[in-house]
């Protein structure tokens, strides 16, 4: 009897010891593959913040090249004698002064905004500083559309003219005028694009957080 029940109790600790390491087992599996999703969504997040940073330099070549190239953008032509003559500067129009400051402003954000990148590449999980991206993005977006669809009307008219106010199309005189402002109003366009894709990546990150 007496050696029926010590056999019987070693059976039931060697069960015993099974059934932990099956639980010990268990528990590595799940916390494995727990573990998995948390370093994919990491690299995930990783690597838009990478592109959010190469869109930013992006934006902002196209930002300060819609600004200096319009805000340079000056012809005078000689009538009869160089005493007389017209002239065709971007201050002269309202419209293209205010888009020289929407896209020297966003130019000095798109500057300011490299380094809070770099956070969020260095601590993808990190929420601040991608919902201030967001949030400054946005207002960059309505800032430079607003100067580049008010230039691009004033680029329209000088092109085209208008019949029912006699406007004429200046453009036959100042060439080299609307075509530096014309691709200024592009770079500008650029600029807002590439600010509309940094909004859907920040909005992005921050729902997969």
Known sequence: MDSKSHSHETAINIS???SNKGKSTAATIVATTKAIPHNHKGGWLRGVAIFDF???LCGLVAALAAAT????????????????QFEASYDDLPAFSYF???NAIASGYL???????????????????RLLLLILD?????????GAAAAAAIVYL????N???????ICQQFGDFCQRASGAVVASFIAAVIFIFLVIFSALSLRRH
């Open 16 to 18: 015993e010891t099974e």
């Open 54 to 56: 190469i869109l930013r």
């Open 69 to 84: 190239t319009m805000g340079t953008t000056d012809e005078t032509l000689p009538l009869f004698t160089q005493f007389f």
């Open 100 to 102: 020289v400051v929407a």
């Open 111 to 129: 500057v300011l905004s490299l380094p809070f990148s770099i956070v969020c590449i260095v601590r993808p999980h990190l929420v601040g500083a």
């Open 138 to 146: 946005t207002v960059m977006v309505a800032f430079t559309t607003a």
């Open 158 to 161: 000088a092109e085209n003219g």
């Open 163 to 169: 019949s029912t106010t006699q406007w004429l199309e």
